[in-house]
Structures are given as C-alpha cells and as structure tokens.
C-alpha cells in the first residue's frame, strides 16, 4: 500500500493540475467564456485534465482531486475514514496553489485586473453567467455532483474496466461541465470552487456555502445508494489499492 504522504503529494498535485487547466482555459483565453466556441472549450480542458491526471496518479492516490469523490467513497465504505480530512486538506492545498499560479500568469496580461475578473468563479443570480437563480444552481449542482460521484464509485468497482476509467470519469466531468457552465460556472468540486472564490473574494465568498453543501450532499447520496445496492467493502483499502489491484 502506498503511504499516506505520497498519496497526499499526488492528490494535491493532480488538483492542481485540474484547477489550473480547467479554470485557465476560461481566465487566460482574452475572448471569455460563453463566447463562441468557450463552453466547450472549457469543459474538455477540465475532462481531459482529469483523465490525465487520473492516469498519472491513479494507482498512488485512486484520483479523487475532490472533495466529493472522496466524501462519496468514504460514505459507500470504500474508502477510510481516517485518510478523509487529510485527502481534503491536499486537495485544498493544490486548487489554491494552482489558482494562485493562475493570478501570477494571468497579471501578466496588459489590462488584467482581478477585482474586476470573476476569476472562472462559481456562482448563482447576478454572478451565473447565464443569470439562474439559486435553486437552479443548487439542484444543478446536488444532480451533478451526484451522478459524476456515482459513475466514479461504480467504473472503480468494476475491476475490468481500469484501463479506461480515467477515460470515463473525464467524459462524465466534461458533460456535467457542459450542463453547467451556462447555470453555475461549472463546479461540481469544492476545492476548484474554493481556490477560485480566494482570489475572487467578496461575492464569490459569500456564495460559496452552496458549492460545498450541494456537491458534498450529493456525493453523500451517491455514496449511500451505491453502498445499498453494492453491499459492503472493506473501509480500509482504498481506490488506489483496488486500482492497483487489476493495472
């Protein structure tokens, strides 16, 4: 079994990785989101992030880079209980750093100003870029965040399909993507909400609450339905290990 410190070490890297490639797409492309061609743009860097970061680090950490993977697969007992707090904390820490970078390379461009940048931030009403309002955003994101944990949970479960689950798990994040840009900016992830809304500050600080409470209350239920309809696992193995287990 992998230690601890290096699971951590690739958790956080590969959040970052998501963070910066995802969010970059939208902050460091001058023509924005939402205009031509920017939606989709944005939601292939985030699947295609995931899937190769997933590559890379999922047989140290299983590639949960989120907060809501890892709370789901707590919930379903495939994950332990004791890792929990330590996975979120490096998953933090990476969508910060990552976010932060993001700043750095974005100040460089002639006119940026961050106060005046939504900064790739999630939000809802005046701040969704498409104007929803708040139990749009909040049942967008609890049905998301549901269905993206599932399909995670069930592509790990099945062993022969190891090879491409990165691949699965990418298409599955670049379709919630997709559906949600237009509501919520696309989230799905509290790390990737909480770095961005950092920089952002004010609004995006006072929102925040909602990209942590629907995505987590939906990976709570994904992760109680898969335990009933799957049955009990040993807690103590991780994804990593059952990854490892079939590479």
């Known amino acids: 079994m992998v230690t601890l410190g290096k699971r951590l070490w690739a958790e956080g890297v590969g959040t970052a990785w998501l963070v910066f490639v995802g969010?970059?797409?939208t902050v460091l492309d001058i023509g924005g989101v939402l205009q031509g061609s920017g939606a989709l743009e944005m939601s292939l860097a985030f699947g295609l992030a995931l899937a190769t970061a997933s590559y890379v680090f999922g047989e140290t950490s299983g590639a949960h880079f989120n907060p809501a993977v890892t709370?789901?697969?707590t919930v379903a007992q495939r994950f332990p209980v004791r890792d929990l707090?330590?996975?979120i904390a490096a998953q933090l820490v990476g969508a910060t750093l990552a976010a932060a970078f993001l700043v750095y390379?974005?100040?460089g461009r002639p006119g940026f100003e961050l106060g005046a940048s939504e900064?790739?931030?999630?939000g809802f009403g005046a701040h969704s870029p498409a104007d929803y309002p708040l139990h749009s955003a909040l049942v967008i994101e609890f049905v998301l965040s549901f269905v993206f944990v599932i399909a995670c949970l069930l592509v790990v479960e099945r062993r022969e399909m190891a090879r491409v689950a990165p691949l699965i798990t990418g298409a599955c994040l670049m379709l919630?993507?997709?559906v949600s840009i237009p509501v919520t900016n696309g989230a799905v992830n509290p790390a990737r909400s909480?770095?961005?809304a950092l920089f952002a500050?004010?609004?995006?600080?006072d929102q925040l609450w909602l990209f942590w409470a629907a995505p987590l209350s939906g990976a709570v239920a994904a992760g109680v339905l898969f335990s009933f309809l799957n049955g009990n696992a040993d807690p103590s193995a991780s994804s990593a290990d059952r990854r490892s287990d079939v590479a």
Not at 119 to 122: C, P, S, V
Not at 201 to 205: D, F, M, R, V, Y
Request: aromatic letters at 18%.
């Open 176 to 178: 919630a993507y997709l």
């Open 71 to 73: 709370i789901g697969f």
């Open 194 to 196: 909480t770095a961005q």
């Open 105 to 107: 390379v974005a100040s």
């Open 119 to 122: 900064f790739a931030a999630n």
């Open 23 to 25: 969010c970059g797409s």
């Open 85 to 87: 707090l330590p996975y």
């Open 201 to 205: 500050g004010n609004w995006a600080l």
